[in-house]
């Protein structure tokens, strides 16, 4: 995840601050969500493998390369 970036709106973005930035054995006390998009949040997405995007903050993972567009925005489906 980019270090300048902070979903200030979103409500994992507390854990996902964690998960990047505590040692391992801690970060696993701070689990992805399984989609944001039920708790009021919104997709974050990166390159996982070319071929699919996959959400910083939850499991969702979607075939397409999302990360090459615009950021998901609050109350903007993918």
């Known amino acids: ?7 200030a709106r979103h409500p994992h973005r507390l ?4 998960r ?7 970060s696993d006390f701070f689990p992805k969500a399984t989609d944001c998009t ?3 949040g919104w997709h974050r997405w990166y ?4 071929l699919h995007s996959a959400c910083y903050h939850c499991k ?3 075939e397409g390369q999302l990360w090459r567009q615009q950021p998901s925005q609050p109350g903007v489906q993918a």
């Open 1 to 7: 995840m980019p270090e300048n970036f902070w979903d």
């Open 15 to 18: 854990r996902t601050w964690l």
């Open 20 to 26: 990047v930035h505590m040692p391992r054995p801690i």
């Open 38 to 40: 039920t708790s009021g």
């Open 47 to 50: 390159n996982q493998d070319e």
């Open 60 to 62: 969702v993972i979607i």
